[in-house]
């Protein structure tokens, strides 16, 4: 059973709910989420990684009723706007994709004290 819940993401002004991912759809968000997000880190954002934020966030959204990932690509929304909803949605994947600007590992490991 899943604990996770539906975050909402606003893009060009519409609400769009981000559901948990099923499988199927993380079978195609992972790969995109890794590829993509390195991209941003190292600063070499090319057109196939901006359209793939529009996939991985198009594969994670509830779509409104014949929303075609086309129709999604056309819409008026801001670079920023999807990177945020892409970490959403990879988050929903139960990744844990880095934001641009921080440093991947920024996190020191635990240490015990026995």
Avoid: H, W
Wanted: glycine residues 8%; hydrophobic residues 40%.
């Amino acid at each position: 059973m899943s604990t996770a819940e539906t975050k909402t993401v606003t893009l060009g002004g519409q609400p769009y709910d981000v559901p948990p991912v099923t499988f199927s759809n993380a079978a195609k968000i992972v790969p995109l989420v890794d590829k993509t997000f390195l991209a941003i880190r190292e600063n070499r954002l090319d057109e196939e990684s901006i359209l793939n934020l529009g996939r991985i966030v198009y594969l994670g959204i509830a779509k409104p009723v014949e929303l075609t990932e086309p129709q999604f690509l056309e819409q008026n929304i801001g670079l920023q706007e999807m990177i945020a909803a892409a970490l959403v949605v990879a988050g929903q994947a139960n990744m844990k994709a880095t934001p641009p600007g921080e440093a991947q590992g920024a996190t020191s490991p635990p240490t015990s004290t026995s």
